[in-house]
């Protein structure tokens, strides 16, 4: 395995240096793979590999790209091929007007080929599509993983397909393989998190799910599993180890069971899983706690920020907001966490920081402390109700805040009605879409509000 792990590492070449190697690139890398591989292999792993990097083009266009990799391989790659096949190929079909950035395009991408992760897929239409939409989907899920998950699924297809009781055996399939699939999305999920906001904010997001699943966790336990978690991703995320997830999550969740079940019935039931993957699905998907204990109100950012735990002072700060606010979305809790990150890099260099920490406060943090405990609590009417009870409260309460006679009012009430249940449906959990309930977050009109305030915006 180590020797196959660094065998892929010596592939993983850049872009640029492979085209500087042109040819020889070609002959020495490519052909072996294809050699090694054959050509059933060869194109399964390709059309895996370029539909995870180029997750936005058609099915047609990577079908296309495959294709005319398997082509040249096919007539370069053989024994007794033209010494000078690669380059006289290439030639030939600028001038019949292909693209004329093939050997470009076909050299970059096999910079990062993974030929010890082959299998053997059957290689059809159906199969072909699949493995495009499946690693298109799971564009951000590191690659072994990636692989593992459908080199599962074709072979259960190859499998049933041959059967007699293709039903039958496409449900045992389907249920054996359920827990590694559902691994695939998570981590896919949670790997696109991390490209999205870096590993700082990674570990902000985290700090704010385990604060909201387990309010009586520690800020010191809370900070440290939130920064073991941002430590996985930036390790395994684009890591080439088979197994580098399995083995960290093996350690951080027995982590996690050791430091906060004890206020949490729930995470007791999820670290009584046998498995560790069962483990780590139970918990990623567990809510936020209903109810929350905490006395008092925190205080905002102020000058002490400015001192060498400056960074510490905000993380707790977001932790004891996120523990009074169980049920405020998490976008709203990393908008005040760069707020204050703000505050604190325009403050502290000042002759007067508290000065200016009191204007922040009044111009930006205090509105965003109004905006998450209003996020908190009707997410938390969303939380406590049946969808159908939510949207009769949602209108019986809309219709008294209305003045007797107003102009539309049916019309303004399913205005509002339809704005919030859009939010609170996406919005309203934790593991919500960070950039879609951001976005909602920054709009002129907040989508997130009482309904009194969003009817004097509108006016």
């Known amino acids: 395995m180590k020797a196959g792990i660094v065998s892929l590492l010596l592939l993983l070449l850049t872009c640029t240096h492979g085209l500087q190697r042109g040819k020889d690139y070609f002959k020495e890398k490519v052909c072996n793979e294809y050699n090694i591989l054959g050509e059933t292999d060869f194109r399964s792993i390709s059309l895996v590999i370029n539909s995870r990097k180029y997750s936005n083009a058609t099915f047609e266009q990577i079908i296309s790209l495959v294709n005319d990799m398997v082509d040249l391989a096919k007539k370069c790659c053989t024994a007794g091929a033209d010494p000078d ?3 006289n190929e290439v030639k030939f079909n600028i001038h019949a007007g292909r693209s004329s950035h093939r050997r470009e395009r076909i050299t970059c991408i096999y910079s990062t080929s993974l030929p010890c992760y082959a299998s053997m897929f059957f290689f059809s239409h159906l199969s072909s599509r699949f493995l495009v939409e499946y690693s298109s989907d799971h564009s951000y899920a590191p690659l072994p993983i990636l692989l593992n998950s459908t ?13 007699t009781q293709n039903n039958i055996c496409f449900l045992k399939e389907r249920l054996q393989h359920k827990p590694a699939q559902a691994f695939t999305h998570l ?12 590993k700082n904010k990674t570990t902000v997001s985290y700090l704010i799910k385990f604060t909201q699943q387990t309010p009586s966790l520690s800020f010191e336990n ?17 890591s080439l180890e088979e197994n ?15 430091t906060a079940c004890g206020g949490n019935e729930r995470l007791r039931t999820c670290c009584s899983s046998k498995d560790d993957v069962g483990k780590y699905l139970c918990i990623y998907s567990l809510p936020w706690d209903k109810h929350s204990q905490v006395p008092q109100v925190p205080s905002s950012v102020d000058e002490g920020a400015c001192g060498e735990d400056g960074e510490l002072d905000i993380y707790r700060n977001i932790y004891d907001v ?3 606010y169980t049920r405020a979305p998490e976008a709203l809790l990393i908008t005040l966490y760069s707020a204050s990150q703000t505050a604190t890099s325009d403050c502290c260099g000042l002759p007067d920081p508290k000065a200016c920490f009191a204007e922040k406060d009044l111009k930006t943090i205090a509105p965003l402390h109004a905006l998450i405990e209003k996020g908190n609590e009707i997410c938390g009417e969303y939380s406590d109700h049946t969808y159908v009870e939510f ?10 805040l209305l003045p007797p006679g107003t102009v539309d009012a049916e019309d303004q009430v399913s205005a509002l009605v339809e704005q919030r249940t859009s939010y609170v449906t996406k919005c309203c959990h934790l593991n919500a879409p960070p950039t879609y309930c951001g ?3 920054k709009d002129p009109v907040p989508t997130i509000c009482f309904l009194a305030d969003c009817i004097e915006n509108k006016s």
Do not use: M, P
């Open 439 to 441: 976005i909602q977050v």
């Open 322 to 324: 996120a523990r009074l």
């Open 85 to 87: 096949c690669y380059e």
């Open 391 to 400: 949207l009769k409260r949602l209108r019986a309460n809309a219709l008294t």
């Open 151 to 163: 080199r599962n699924y074709l072979s259960a297809v190859r499998t049933c397909c041959a059967s």
């Open 244 to 258: 580098c997830f399995q083995n960290e999550l093996k350690l951080h969740i027995a982590h996690i069971c050791n």
């Open 222 to 238: 809370a900070r440290n599993l939130a920064g073991e978690t941002s430590e996985i991703l930036s390790k395994c995320c684009d």
């Open 187 to 198: 981590s896919n999920k949670a790997c696109a998190l991390y490209a999205l906001l870096g």
